[in-house]
């Protein structure tokens, strides 16, 4: 059969369905390193990430018996999930992508300033204390604090936070495509007829 074929269709949600199951479990399994050798002390980023693997999964899993099985109704769900997390995953990458600097640096103080257990991450990995003045009458887990010699983690922030939006943008992009194919191949596929089936059969 050619690539119009039920079987091709069948294959290929298959294959993407696989592909969504490995990053998801990439997530989960990056977030539990990151926790339990002490890189991200934040529950909540860790949490986050982990929910976020978690919804992956269980959706994946959804369209992978769905094409296995031809299943209309795990279809058609998946496919307006797959949709909607386009939808949201889309606008968020070009948000990313399109920010300037003056947005960066709204979006990071006011993030720094609501979560504190990552500010101690921060501090202590970029070797800098505070987000725009260093106090030190306050304590800070950075290595140059005891000597006095610490620098505002702003700049520091600033330098990787272009790179960082630019290529959390462009993955993201990225997937969203992968997701709208997903949704068209899934459309398609709900209304082929499996030629093994009965032939009186309705789709």
Same mark, same amino acid.
């Given at each position: 059969m050619g690539c119009a074929g039920f079987t091709c269709s069948k294959n290929s949600l298959c294959a993407l369905n696989i592909l969504y199951v490995m990053v998801s479990l990439l997530m989960i399994g990056i977030a539990a390193w990151?926790?339990?050798? *002490?890189?991200?002390?934040?529950?909540? %980023?860790? $949490? *986050?990430?982990?929910? %976020? *693997? +978690?919804?992956?999964?269980? +959706?994946?899993? =959804?369209?992978?018996? $769905? =094409?296995?099985?031809?299943? #209309?109704? !795990?279809?058609?769900? &998946?496919?307006?999930?797959?949709?909607?997390?386009?939808?949201? #995953?889309?606008?968020?990458?070009?948000?990313?992508l399109a920010i300037n600097k003056d947005q960066q640096e709204q979006l990071l103080e006011v993030g720094w300033n609501n979560t504190l257990s990552t500010q101690a991450d921060v501090e202590k990995t970029l070797n800098c204390c505070g987000f725009?003045? +260093?106090? &030190?009458?306050?304590t800070c887990p950075a290595a140059c604090f005891p #000597?006095?010699?610490?620098?505002?983690?702003?700049?520091?922030?600033?330098?990787?936070?272009g790179e960082v !939006? #630019?290529?959390? *943008? $462009?993955? $993201?992009?990225?997937?969203s495509f992968t997701e709208i194919l997903g949704v068209w191949l899934t459309y398609r596929y709900r209304n082929q007829k499996d030629p093994?089936?009965?032939?009186?059969a309705f789709l």
């Open positions: 990151g926790k339990w050798f *002490g890189l991200v002390s934040s529950f909540q %980023v860790v $949490g *986050g990430v982990i929910a %976020v *693997g +978690v919804f992956l999964f269980i +959706v994946a899993l =959804a369209g992978l018996v $769905g =094409a296995m099985k031809h299943h #209309q109704v !795990l279809l058609f769900f &998946y496919m307006i999930i797959l949709f909607m997390v386009f939808v949201v #995953q889309f606008s968020v990458s070009c948000a990313c725009l003045h +260093v106090d &030190y009458n306050v #000597q006095h010699s610490c620098s505002s983690c702003a700049n520091k922030i600033q330098e990787h936070a !939006l #630019q290529f959390v *943008g $462009g993955i $993201g992009l990225f997937f093994r089936a009965n032939p009186s």
